[in-house]
C-alpha cells in the first residue's frame, strides 16, 4: 500500500510537471484536469487502509498470549519492510536512530501524496467545492490517525515487555524496554523533522511547477 501510494504521487508529480493533459496509473487513464477526486478519495482509502493495519498490530500485541508475546515481538522487531517504525538494532544510540528511519519515511510518503494532492488541485477544471475540500482535509485526518496508530503499537510493545520482564530474570527484556522510551522521543524527533522537510519539499515543487507553467505561457 505504501509503496502503490509513493508511485501513484510521483507519476502525478511527473505528469503535472510535464503539463501532460492526461495521467495514467496501472493502466488506468484519466484527464489531468479531473483526476483530484479519484487521486484523493484513493490516497484518503489507502492512508486509512494503512492507519487500519497499524491498529490491527497493537490489538495483536496486546492480545498474544504470553508464550506468543516474545515471538510477535521479535517479529515487530526484525521485520524486513523498509518503513517498519518498530525496528530494534540494539541499545546504542545511533542504532536507535537507524531503527526510527521507518518513521520518517512513512512521514515523507504522506507529504508526498499531499503534494501530488495540491498539484491536481491545481489543474482541476472546475472550481473545488465542499467535498473536493472535505476529502483533502480527511487526507489529512488520516494521517494523523496514521501516526497514532503507530505510536499505539509501540505503546504496547513496550506494556508487552513489561509484562515480560516482570515474569522473567532476564535483564535483556528490561534493556529492550528502556530503549524503546528513548526510541519513542527520538521516533517523534525524526517524525518532526521528516515533516518539516516535507513541507519544504512540497512548497518546493509547487512553486516549481508555477514557474515552470508560467515560462511555458510566456
Same mark, same amino acid.
Given at each position: ?12 508529480? !511527473? @505528469? /503535472?510537471?510535464? %503539463?501532460?493533459? #492526461?495521467?495514467?496509473?496501472?493502466s488506468l487513464?484519466?484527464? +489531468? ?7 484523493a478519495?484513493?490516497l484518503?482509502?489507502?492512508t486509512l487502509?494503512?492507519a487500519?493495519?497499524?491498529?490491527? !498490530? @497493537? /490489538?495483536i500485541? %496486546?492480545?498474544? #498470549? ?8 521479535? +517479529?515487530?522487531?526484525n ?13 546504542h ?13 512513512l ?7 499531499l ?5 491536481l ?11 473536493d475540500r ?7 485526518v488520516?494521517g494523523?490517525?496514521a501516526?497514532?496508530?503507530?505510536l ?7 506494556a508487552r ?16 524496554r ?6 519513542v ?12 522537510f516535507?513541507y519544504?519539499?512540497?512548497?518546493e515543487?509547487c ?12
Open positions: 500500500m505504501v509503496n502503490a501510494i509513493i508511485l501513484a504521487s510521483v507519476v502525478i508529480i !511527473l @505528469a /503535472d510537471a510535464a %503539463a501532460e493533459n #492526461d495521467v495514467s496509473f496501472l487513464k484519466m484527464e +489531468t484536469s479531473g483526476a483530484y477526486g479519484v487521486a478519495w484513493a484518503f482509502l489507502g487502509m494503512i487500519q493495519l497499524f491498529a490491527r !498490530l @497493537a /490489538d500485541v %496486546a492480545l498474544a #498470549d504470553t508464550p506468543e508475546a516474545p515471538d510477535v515481538l521479535a +517479529t515487530l522487531f521485520h524486513h519492510w523498509f518503513s517498519n517504525p518498530f525496528s530494534y538494532f540494539g541499545s544510540p545511533v542504532a536507535t536512530l537507524h531503527a526510527s528511519f521507518g518513521m520518517g519515511f512521514t515523507l510518503t504522506w507529504w508526498l501524496g503534494t501530488a494532492l495540491a498539484q488541485w491545481g489543474r482541476m477544471s472546475m472550481p473545488a467545492d465542499s467535498w472535505g476529502v483533502w482535509y480527511a487526507y489529512v488520516a494523523f490517525l501516526l497514532a496508530a503507530i499505539n503499537v509501540g505503546r504496547a510493545m513496550g515487555l513489561g509484562e515480560l520482564a516482570k515474569s522473567s530474570d532476564d535483564a535483556y527484556l528490561k534493556k529492550i528502556q530503549t524503546l522510551k528513548r526510541a522521543a527520538i521516533r517523534c524527533t525524526v517524525a518532526f523533522i521528516s515533516t518539516a516535507g519544504w519539499f512540497s512548497d515543487v512553486r516549481t511547477l508555477e514557474r515552470m507553467v508560467c515560462l511555458s505561457g510566456a
